[in-house]
């Protein structure tokens, strides 16, 4: 069971967006790999189109490793790891820090 989904509020422990929050908007496990909603924004040139005649430079969020980030508890608001518990059969994922199940 992966400990990072697709919408978790998670905050960014390394690097030069240190300390920001977001949700998750793209999860990509095979480079392990996730793009948070406004955090790491990079420049990016557009060429024109019939859509953006003007182009230009625009800030597109880019990825970051999922070494660098970290769930955020529910009641705490702060950074906490994960454990997988088992209840009622299913496999459900815990915060360590205040002991809620994130869904």
């Known amino acids: 069971m992966q400990k990072l989904r697709v919408n978790d509020e998670v905050v960014v422990t ?7 929050t977001g949700k998750i908007a ?6 392990k790999t996730a793009i948070i909603g406004g955090v790491n924004l990079v420049k990016k040139a557009i060429k024109p189109t ?4 003007a182009g230009g430079i625009v800030d597109v969020e880019s990825s970051i490793h999922l070494s660098n980030l970290s769930v955020m508890s529910p ?3 702060k950074a906490t790891r994960v454990r997988v518990e ?16 994130l869904d």
């Open 50 to 53: 019939q859509e953006n005649p």
């Open 26 to 31: 793209k999860l990509n496990l095979k480079k």
């Open 14 to 20: 390394a690097g030069r967006d240190k300390g920001k």
């Open 86 to 101: 088992s209840k009622d059969g299913k496999n459900v994922r815990v915060a360590v820090a205040c002991g809620s199940v």
């Open 75 to 77: 009641k705490t608001k």
